[in-house]
């Protein structure tokens, strides 16, 4: 199963966003990861969605929208625009009416994600399986600035049961993406888990000590490296 590797773009240097998108692209990286928040379901806020528009525009990498809100179809139309053959996420908390809000996403020709939190039961995956096109299991609080957490027992288990569930469901194609302290370990674990994305952050390629493109191409080449 192909894994895919999703920058988050929260976590580039905003004033110098084209020049990232960039070399994430040469870098060979799979998606561009756009978190959308509300500070209603959050406790901070991230990136506009209008400048969705802008980033779809400067790279050829599909975009992976995750919005973090009690109404996301409020920002639907600044982005199913600009996610054709992308995903884009909305959380399984607090939401009503998410067939609904799935078929909006699919009618735009973008793929349908479902994000949890990391307490969230799966039940919402279970309900819904047949159609999701990716699960979005968040390793930490979505929103919440707080100290990093390292996948355990708890969470390798989370992922297994959540890639068992699709599988079940005939969506064996169906996408399980880690978000959330993707460090190289925790990717590795959560890859022999089941998961097949990741989102990568500060605790993978955005280091202060080494060039983007020189992150990007390290972490994947080491990441891969047991399954040479």
């Given at each position: 199963m192909k894994n895919y590797l999703a920058p988050s773009l929260m976590c580039c240097d905003l004033l110098n966003i084209g020049r990232d998108l960039k070399d994430l692209e040469q870098s060979g990286m799979d998606w561009v990861h756009f978190d959308i928040m509300d500070t209603t379901f959050t406790t901070s806020t991230m990136l506009p969605a209008m400048m969705l528009k802008k980033v779809s525009a400067a790279t050829s990498m599909p975009m992976d929208v995750h919005i973090m809100s009690v109404t996301p179809e409020l920002y639907f139309p600044q982005v199913l625009?600009?996610?054709a053959g992308g995903y884009v996420g909305v959380h399984?908390?607090?939401l009503r009416h998410l067939p609904y809000l799935f078929e909006q996403i699919r009618q735009s020709g973008a793929k349908v994600g479902l994000a949890l939190n990391a307490s969230t039961p799966l039940t919402y995956v279970e309900e819904n399986a047949h159609l999701l096109d990716m699960v979005?299991?968040?390793n930490v609080l979505a929103g919440v600035t707080g100290?990093?957490?390292d996948i355990g027992k708890h969470m390798e288990e989370r992922i297994r049961r959540t890639r068992d569930i699709l599988n079940r469901a005939g969506r064996t194609d169906a996408i399980v993406?880690?978000?959330g302290n993707a460090s190289l370990r925790n990717s590795r674990l959560a890859r022999q888990s089941g998961a097949n994305a990741f989102v990568l952050g500060t605790a993978s390629i955005f280091r202060p000590?080494?060039?983007?493109?020189q992150a990007?191409?390290?972490f994947r080449?080491?990441?891969e490296e047991e399954d040479a």
């Open positions: 625009p600009y996610c399984a908390e607090g979005v299991l968040m100290p990093r957490k993406s880690l978000d000590d080494v060039p983007l493109r990007c191409q390290d080449k080491t990441f």
